[in-house]
């Protein structure tokens, strides 16, 4: 492996490390607008560190919901995570307890994507290592630099961050809907297929219900179709 590889790679998983976790900030802000503290936000960041699960937690507790809900909605986004590391421990091969424990940890979309999209299995472990470093010390840091500046705002600037969690999810979010984004396609329809279901459940449900249905929902039609065998051709024969 050559010394420009492994420094392209390097530079590829710390240019997203820091881009993903200036996030942090706005989970930061999110939190204090759901009522959480500076600590509590910061010790979700720390020992949660999934994004898209730390903002629905807020977000279901920001709208009313119960901590039930929150913590439902968090764990049935977070499931994907599972699936991600099945398919990284044949590559990164963690032995031990403590190293298994914090490879997991670090298993997330960024880190599952660049340790998949390296051209080796050497270069994949080096990225995953330095995606998930970059990303969790970046995250945390900026969680709380979010966590403190939103604290220190006025009554008025305190109502508008209610539109921090959507903001933020559309950012996440949006870039998966563009026509250069493999399977955008399918990404637009389960968006949409999502959405509608939140929607049209929210006069009916309590705060943070909607969200785990429209998860369940998306879940539920992303699953894999069993197909039948086909018969062989003529040519198979």
Same mark, same amino acid.
């Not at 990284?88 to 298994?100: D, E, H, I, S």
């Not at 330095?130 to 600037?157: F, H, K, P, R």
């Given at each position: 492996?050559?010394?420009?590889?492994?420094?392209?790679?390097?530079?590829?998983?710390?240019?997203?490390?820091?881009?993903?976790?200036?996030?942090?900030?706005?989970?930061?802000?999110?939190?204090?607008?759901?009522?959480?503290?500076?600590?509590?936000?910061?010790?979700?960041?720390? !020992? @949660?560190?999934?994004?898209?699960?730390?903002?629905?937690?807020? +977000?279901?507790? #920001?709208? =009313? *919901?119960? &901590?039930? $809900? %929150?913590?439902?909605?968090?764990?049935?986004?977070?499931?994907?995570?599972?699936?991600?590391?099945?398919?990284?421990?044949?590559?990164?091969?963690?032995?031990?307890?403590?190293?298994?424990?914090?490879?997991?940890?670090?298993?997330?979309?960024?880190?599952?994507?660049?340790?998949?999209?390296?051209?080796?299995?050497?270069?994949?472990?080096?990225?995953?290592?330095?995606?998930?470093?970059?990303?969790? !010390? @970046?995250?945390?840091?900026?969680?709380?630099?979010?966590?403190? +500046?939103?604290? #220190?705002? =006025? *009554?008025? &600037?305190? $109502? %508008?961050?209610?539109?921090?969690?959507?903001?933020?999810?559309?950012?996440?979010?949006?870039?998966?809907?563009?026509?250069?984004?493999?399977?955008?396609?399918?990404?637009?329809?389960?968006?949409?297929?999502?959405?509608?279901?939140?929607?049209?459940?929210?006069?009916?449900?309590?705060?943070?219900?909607?969200?785990?249905?429209?998860?369940?929902?998306?879940?539920?039609?992303?699953?894999?179709?069993?197909?039948?065998?086909?018969?062989?051709?003529?040519?198979?024969?």
């Amino acid at each position: 492996m050559s010394s420009p590889e492994r420094s392209a790679t390097v530079r590829d998983s710390l240019g997203l490390g820091l881009a993903v976790g200036l996030y942090g900030a706005a989970f930061g802000a999110a939190a204090d607008a759901a009522g959480l503290s500076v600590w509590q936000a910061v010790s979700l960041s720390a !020992l @949660m560190f999934t994004g898209a699960s730390q903002f629905a937690l807020v +977000g279901v507790l #920001g709208a =009313g *919901g119960s &901590a039930l $809900a %929150a913590v439902g909605s968090a764990l049935l986004l977070g499931t994907r995570n599972t699936v991600y590391g099945v398919r990284l421990v044949p590559l990164l091969r963690p032995r031990g307890v403590v190293r298994k424990v914090g490879t997991a940890h670090w298993v997330i979309d960024e880190t599952t994507a660049m340790a998949l999209a390296a051209p080796n299995p050497v270069l994949g472990r080096l990225a995953f290592l330095v995606t998930g470093a970059s990303i969790y !010390l @970046m995250w945390n840091a900026m969680t709380l630099v979010g966590a403190l +500046g939103a604290a #220190g705002l =006025g *009554g008025t &600037a305190r $109502a %508008a961050l209610d539109a921090v969690v959507p903001a933020a999810f559309l950012a996440l979010l949006w870039p998966r809907l563009r026509r250069t984004f493999p399977e955008a396609a399918t990404q637009r329809r389960v968006a949409v297929g999502g959405a509608v279901v939140a929607l049209a459940l929210t006069p009916f449900v309590p705060a943070g219900v909607q969200v785990i249905a429209a998860v369940v929902a998306v879940a539920l039609a992303g699953r894999p179709r069993t197909v039948g065998t086909p018969a062989p051709s003529e040519e198979q024969a």
